[in-house]
């Protein structure tokens, strides 16, 4: 700990990177309400590590607390945000720390999945007094049980299946929903679970010939129940093997190497597929950016605020380095270090409640 943290009044830049979800206005508010009740100063990086790394100007906003009042109930980011990878660019991490010189910050509370953690890692690997807050509607983030985005997320999904079992049961027909999930399951998992899907389909586990066959017998076997219909929900980074994909070239690809997934649509291949196997009317529905838009749910709005004033709170101490997450109930702090680059899978026990369920 730093023996002048305890002290000093600090001014504090805060950023939002990689792609958008509600709780972030949420957890932009707790920093700078707890951070001027401390006697500190906040400014606001617009744009992510693009506005910080900008080598014209950076990007940059004073926030209040009249600058951020009833922000708590609004989604997206009032910051703007970017998929900005500055280990990647030349210079990259060089251009912030300089911006962060010019703006006279003390120290940096930065607010985004495992992508934007890792060029946060790489900033505090070089000595900068950084504290982060994980945030991905993908709730993959290592380290923690809960990001910020994933409950409106998970219930967006489960609103759109409530919908879709009504108008699938009355035409007896299979409906595939594409939901978002890069990486892991856990969207695809809560939603599904909660809206009354039969089966799910996750980037945990690939999706073989054997799987497909037990798709379709599933399907099969559901057209004897009650409506005929079934609901299936597929993570749109569930791997498909390449023969069962309609791709027309090369698949387009952001700073951090990932595949534009919706140039993919494994949903719309796994329905084409259940057709032509089964001869069933099959739907698609792709939620899409849905997942992502509007207001944040209270239990989002609630992490949002725990997550903002602990980070303000690790700062005020100097406990930079780290990223404040959640654990048993409870807000403590990992090690940067250990959070970039991993993700955390969808426990197994899930899978396991769908096959009961079957």
């Not at 000093?8 to 009740?37: F, H, M, S, W, Y």
């Not at 967006?156 to 595939?176: G, K, N, W």
């Not at 998992?189 to 066959?213: F, H, K, R, S, Y």
Request: with cysteine.
């Amino acid at each position: 700990m730093s023996p002048t943290m305890e002290t000093k009044r600090l001014r504090i830049g805060v950023l939002t990177g990689g792609g958008d979800c509600p709780g972030l206005n949420p957890a932009i508010r707790a920093v700078v309400r707890r951070a001027e009740a401390g006697g500190h100063t906040v400014v606001g990086i617009l744009d992510g590590w693009a506005g910080l790394a900008n080598p014209d100007a950076t990007l940059s906003r004073p926030l209040n607390r009249d600058e951020v009042r009833g922000i708590q109930a609004r989604g997206g980011t009032v910051l703007g945000s970017s998929r900005t990878n500055l280990l990647k660019r030349e210079g990259g991490l060089n251009a912030a720390e300089a911006s962060i010189k010019r703006l006279g910050l003390d120290a940096l509370v930065v607010i985004g999945g495992d992508d934007t953690l890792s060029v946060a890692a790489g900033l505090a690997k070089r000595g900068a007094a950084v504290v982060a807050i994980p945030k991905t509607m993908d709730n993959d983030v290592w380290g923690t049980e809960g990001c910020l985005g994933f409950d409106t997320a998970a219930n967006i999904v489960t609103e759109a299946l409530d919908r879709i079992q009504t108008t699938t049961s009355s035409h007896h027909r299979v409906a595939v929903v594409e939901v978002m999930g890069r990486d892991a399951g856990w969207v695809a998992a809560w939603g599904g679970l909660a809206g009354g899907a039969d089966t799910i389909l996750v980037p945990e586990q690939p999706v073989d010939a054997a799987a497909i066959d037990r798709l379709v017998e599933l399907v099969t076997r559901r057209r004897s129940y009650a409506t005929g219909a079934s609901v299936i929900v597929v993570s749109e980074g569930v791997q498909l093997p390449e023969a069962l994909l309609n791709l027309s070239g090369d698949v387009p690809r952001d700073e951090f190497g990932h595949p534009r997934l919706d140039k993919i649509a494994v949903g719309d291949a796994i329905a084409a597929i259940l057709e032509e196997r089964t001869g069933l009317e099959v739907r698609c529905t792709r939620l899409g950016h849905l997942q992502r838009g509007g207001p944040p749910s209270a239990a989002d709005r609630v992490l949002g605020a725990r997550y903002g004033v602990a980070a303000v709170d690790a700062l005020e101490t100097g406990r930079w380095g780290n990223m404040v997450a959640l654990r048993a109930g409870a807000i403590v702090e990992v090690p940067l270090a250990e959070v970039g680059g991993k993700n955390r899978p969808l426990d197994a026990s899930y899978l396991r409640i769908f096959d009961a369920l079957a």
